[in-house]
């Protein structure tokens, strides 16, 4: 069943309020529902409410018991008079059997809920679509000691002991809302609480709640919660709203966290961190999702979506604020370079391949498969783009004319790009077409230079390949920031300027340019796009050490590295020295940013490097890697042991300049095991048992793993025994040897799935397994078939329990087309056998038949 943009119409009937009467309990929870419904325009069509999976015990029209209703797909039919009336409901759910974790399920002994897209219509019949705003009153019972805290959206109003010992709580939330951000906590948690004061005066209760035992793991998430506040006020003018903001972290959750109107839920990962357990990227993830979640109370909940179509307008913008959040925080440049990876790594294969989708799709069949990177991450490089067309001052009137316009509405992703037009005075027509076209445009770019006349031609042009059902593209807006450079001198013979490449080819001359220019384009990665030039390796090199701009920096080290790996992947060798050049340059250089260093200098991923390739080759291209790995190691052992040692720090501090040496250690540490040096080993282990921090213990932990030595064995085992009863802990040890480069890496997993503290009930694990190793190119692409089999296998077993999480992890099976005929058969056969399923998801048909057919 497929749904369509075009055929949108508005709701028959809206419902102005309601009110929840809960009963909870783990096995069976009555929800009683009071509708305020009224007839949106002259129409005689029935009432019909969502539902999924439950029969009303009773349904009253206007307080009167009616037979008059039936079931249709699931939702409730009512014929109905009048223009207004109260409808009530009554049903049982069992929120311990809810093993999709969408709607009200238990995780922990606790309850909680997870309604966008399409899970309120699993707690009770409503209207289960964004653009029918209500008001909520929430009563809830339950009993006292299993559930003494009892939280929903908005604000508390009263609560009470009952008889028999339960206890009873009310919550009023004025704002109204789209049902998918309906929450409800009982639980037996504790909060770490602080008090923000908004820029008018206003005290706001903030409460992150959690076990007791996690406490002390709430405070970095507490502060990034106080920053992101702040922030939004001092960038974007937004005050919170609400007397109360509370957060609770769940151990079992589909995806990162959600913005519930004032109760935001959290996958723990996103919350609970100490130095003894989280890793500085968990540290940054969570002031991220923090800040994303906190962010939308305004870009997705003040205002929020007509219609599921309009969902990167909530999501690739709040993606974009949060980026801007976390590079405030830090090194704006390493952010950059770190959100351009990871757009690399998920959004650009996705846009190349069977799941290619505008980030406005025209259509779908499952909305849960359409919270892809395409999305939120493009969506972001989107809105990032209309704020350097327009530039900071007339993007923020846009953003302010935008809230001021569409509060308290559901809007469209037209109502935002129509909002940036008028407070800018920027035509943004063709712009639109980002909207609309998907796959990512590809440019080309040449500089010609005439040494007599002293002028130099750039020639740009743009080409946007096919993807399924889109198969001619009109040519895009394209802001470029470009810059050209002395390849003698390094002088600037150009300043940066902003082209904006909205032709299919053009030509940009300039004049008196005295020497050869060398170009530096897509400054910042301004656009999100892949640029072919015929700069030669000298060329890249230059840019590396000399260009102004980080990310281009970083992206001449890229493009020099992944031009090596690639003649090396084909032609099973190349020359090493320009690449270990240029390292050597970057190590050398004591103005950079250790963190920067340590991002320069990685190599790029085994999977980026098969997206240069007409045809993936794993083997070839994990020889190709290691060997350079191997060469960059050995040619290089003395800066790495000397950045190795410079990087020890006393003790740990969370500070932008520790983590940069952190990174910058254990990326040394890798070099100095990949160069096979006698005493990597011991180094790693050195490493291990002597950190005060999970970063260091994680990062020594994942050069062991790849190899073969004792000390691999012993980290795991002393890995395992200490962090037993930690389960964020144990998903990384699933994580480290599911990414393993070991050549019994499928073994090792395989085996790992049979472990007793392996389950596919909980996301986080069943990702930490699972998830990893099908993005291990080599290991789950093994020639003969047994990873794309496992995968399949495990998937299968998942989509039974939670097809959400099963249908995400898809992908890496739909990426047949770009290997070779024996493997592309084989990855094809599993995706026939998932769609042939017996009871398979609609979720999972969608994935797999859109992976076979694209
Ligand atoms: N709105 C949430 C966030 O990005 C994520 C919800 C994901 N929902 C889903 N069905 N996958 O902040
Ligand atoms: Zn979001």
Same mark, same amino acid.
């Given at each position: ?26 096995? $069976? ?388 790009? $129509? ?158 020295? $320009? ?147 930690? $389960? ?127």
């Amino acid at each position: 069943h497929v749904i369509r943009r075009e055929d949108y119409t508005p709701p028959d009937w809206q419902v102005p309020e309601i009110a929840l009467d809960f009963a909870l309990d783990a096995a $069976a929870t009555s929800v009683r529902a009071t509708l305020n419904v009224v007839r949106s325009s002259a129409h005689d069509r029935p009432l019909v409410l969502d539902g999924a999976g439950q029969t009303p015990l009773s349904v009253k029209v206007d307080g009167v018991a009616v037979n008059d209703w039936w079931l249709k797909d699931g939702g409730l039919v009512i014929p109905l008079r009048g223009s207004a009336h109260v409808i009530e409901t009554e049903v049982e759910i069992a929120p311990e059997r809810n093993t999709q974790l969408m709607g009200l399920y238990a995780s922990g002994g606790n309850l909680c809920t997870q309604c966008e897209a399409e899970g309120f219509r699993r707690i009770t019949f409503f209207p289960d679509r964004p653009d029918v705003l209500s008001v909520y009153k929430v009563h809830m019972v339950a009993d006292k000691a299993r559930y003494p805290v009892l939280l929903a959206n908005g604000d508390p109003i009263a609560q009470g002991d009952l008889p028999d010992g339960r206890h009873w709580a009310d919550w009023h939330d004025p704002f109204p809302k789209p049902s998918y951000l309906f929450a409800l906590v009982a639980g037996d948690l504790v909060a770490n609480r602080a008090t923000f004061t908004t820029m008018s005066g206003r005290d706001v209760a903030l409460g992150i709640w959690v076990r007791a035992a996690d406490l002390a793991k709430t405070e970095h998430a507490l502060a990034a919660l106080q920053t992101s506040m702040a922030w939004d006020e001092r960038v974007y003018g937004r005050e919170y709203d609400l007397d109360v903001f509370n957060i609770v972290a769940v151990d079992d959750f589909n995806f990162g966290a959600m913005e519930n109107k004032g109760l935001n839920i959290f996958n723990s990962r996103y919350i609970l961190a100490d130095a003894d357990t989280a890793t500085d990227y968990d540290f940054d993830a969570i002031a991220a999702v923090v800040a994303h979640e906190y962010f939308h109370n305004w870009s997705g909940n003040r205002i929020t979506c007509r219609d599921w179509f309009q969902l990167s307008l909530k999501e690739g913008f709040t993606v974009f604020r949060d980026q801007g959040f976390s590079a405030d925080q830090g090194s704006a440049a390493v952010k950059r370079i770190e959100d351009v990876r990871g757009l690399r790594a998920a959004q650009f294969p996705e846009d190349a391949g069977p799941l290619a989708h505008p980030i406005r799709p025209d259509e779908y069949q499952e909305i849960s498969n359409f919270y892809t990177a395409t999305i939120y991450n493009k969506g972001a490089e989107v809105i990032r783009m209309i704020a350097t067309i327009l530039g900071p001052q007339r993007f923020r009137a846009g953003t302010d004319l935008y809230f001021e316009r569409f509060d308290g509405t559901a809007a469209t992703c037209e109502d935002f790009v $129509a909002s940036m037009e008028a407070a800018s005075g920027v035509d943004l027509s063709q712009f639109r077409l980002w909207y609309s076209q998907a796959g990512t445009p590809r440019v080309t770019a040449s500089v010609a230079h005439d040494a007599g006349s002293g002028r130099a031609t750039l020639t740009l042009s743009q080409r946007t390949p096919p993807t399924p059902g889109q198969l001619d593209k009109q040519p895009m807006v394209l802001p470029l920031k470009l810059k050209l450079f002395g390849a003698e001198t390094a002088q600037t013979l150009a300043a940066e300027q902003l082209v904006l490449l909205d032709q299919p080819s053009e030509q940009i001359v300039f004049e008196g340019i005295s020497e050869r220019p060398v170009l530096s384009i897509n400054r910042g990665f301004s656009a999100p796009v892949v640029v072919e030039t015929d700069r030669s390796a000298a060329d890249l090199a230059f840019l590396s050490a000399h260009d102004d701009d980080p990310f281009a920096r970083y992206e001449a080290m890229q493009q020099l590295m992944l031009d090596t790996l690639v003649e090396s992947a084909a032609n099973g060798t190349a020359d090493h020295r $320009a690449v270990i050049a240029a390292i050597a340059g970057t190590l050398d250089d004591a103005a950079l940013d250790p963190a920067f260093v340590a991002e320069v200098v990685l190599l790029p991923s085994d999977a980026f490097i098969g997206d240069q390739m007409a045809r993936v080759d794993p083997e070839a291209i994990f020889r190709a890697r290691e060997a350079l790995r191997r060469d960059v190691g050995r040619s290089l052992d003395t800066r790495w042991r000397a950045a190795y040692d410079a990087a020890q720090a006393d003790s740990f501090e969370y500070s932008p300049a520790a983590k940069g040496l952190r990174r910058l250690k254990t990326v040394a540490l890798g070099y100095i095991a990949a160069s096979g040096a006698a005493d990597a080993a011991g180094l790693a282990f050195g490493q291990f048992e002597a950190a005060d921090n999970m970063t260091d213990r994680q990062g020594a932990l994942a050069t062991l793993v790849s190899g073969d030595s004792p000390e691999r064995i012993a980290a795991l085992d002393i890995f395992y025994n200490r962090y037993s009863d930690n $389960a964020l802990v144990l998903d990384k040890w699933f994580q480290a040897q599911a990414l393993s480069a070991r050549d019994d890496t499928l073994e090792i997993v395989a085996e790992l799935s049979r472990h007793r503290d392996f389950t596919l009930a909980n996301p986080n694990r069943a990702r930490a397994l699972i998830g990893a190793f099908s993005v291990n190119q080599r290991a789950f692409n093994a020639a003969d078939g047994a990873g794309y089999r496992f995968v399949a296998d495990q998937l299968i077993a998942l989509d039974r329990l939670n097809p959400q999480t099963a249908a995400k992890m898809i992908p890496p099976l739909g990426r047949w087309r770009r290997f070779d005929a024996a493997r592309a058969a084989l990855m094809r056969g599993e995706l026939e056998r998932i769609v042939a399923t017996p009871g398979l998801s609609k979720d999972m048909f969608e994935q797999a038949s859109k992976s076979l057919a694209g």
